[in-house]
């Protein structure tokens, strides 16, 4: 089975620019997550969809927004780019859950490296 | 605020020897997972620890769970190149409808001979 597929797996904007980032998940898993890993830190959680349902949000401005579709995959959409923004941005399926227990696994995407000029 | 801390961030070490990186969360959590990287790749599931007590082995590597020190360790036997990565360790932000992992800051191992 194929694991989880990012696309793009490089991008470079500029400052001021908008991007759009897509995933979909491990074939039956039907929780998203995203997270956000700048260079020497540990991965920042961002968003997590669970049935097309935003679960939960991280600490992020509202210049970030996503979505889930119905066929799971998801996409990260980022607007009024800085340059803080560059950064290794990580798309993780689990099979979710409908609340209220811990996580189960979550298996990593390969990532999009996202340059900001 | 959940809290993940991982010690050393550094780590050089000799191949044939042992060594323990440690990672302490500051709130309840009862599952903690590790996770390697490689330069430039994903995360690569290496262990999920569920209960107190849970120690799981595969190969050189060991890790174990303490929930009530809130304490979960990752044991290198016998060092080998092939084990230089950068080691997270993560926990399970429970409750409400979260179901988000808070990481470490990562522990970078280089396995010199």
């Known amino acids: 089975d194929a694991g989880v597929t990012q696309s793009p797996t490089h991008l470079i904007k500029t400052r001021g620019q908008h991007v759009t980032l897509r995933c979909s998940p491990i074939s039956g898993h039907k929780s998203v997550s995203w997270y956000q890993q700048v260079l020497g830190q540990g991965p920042q959680f961002i968003f997590q969809y669970y049935e097309k349902e935003e679960r939960g949000r991280g600490n992020f401005p509202d210049r970030f927004s996503a979505r889930q579709f119905p066929n799971y995959s998801s996409e990260l959409n980022v607007n009024a780019l800085l340059l803080g923004d560059s950064a290794l941005y990580l798309c993780a399926s689990s099979l979710g859950t409908s609340g209220g227990v811990p996580p189960d696994t979550q298996y990593f995407g390969p990532g999009t490296r996202l340059t900001v000029l | 605020e959940l809290k993940v801390e991982q010690n050393p961030l550094f780590l050089s070490m000799q191949e044939g020897k042992n060594y323990t990186i440690y990672c302490n969360y500051s709130?309840?959590?009862?599952?903690l997972y590790w996770y390697r990287q490689d330069p430039g790749k994903s995360l690569e599931s290496l262990f999920v620890?569920?209960?107190?007590?849970a120690v799981k082995q595969e190969g050189r590597l060991m890790a174990s769970l303490d929930t009530k020190a809130r304490l979960s360790t990752l044991h290198i036997t016998a060092a080998v190149h092939d084990l230089s990565a950068t080691y997270f360790c993560a926990v399970g932000n429970y409750g409400g409808s979260q179901g988000n992992l808070i990481f470490g800051k990562g522990t970078k191992l280089s396995v010199k001979p």
């Open positions: 620890l569920l209960s107190n007590g």
């Open positions: 709130t309840t959590s009862d599952r």
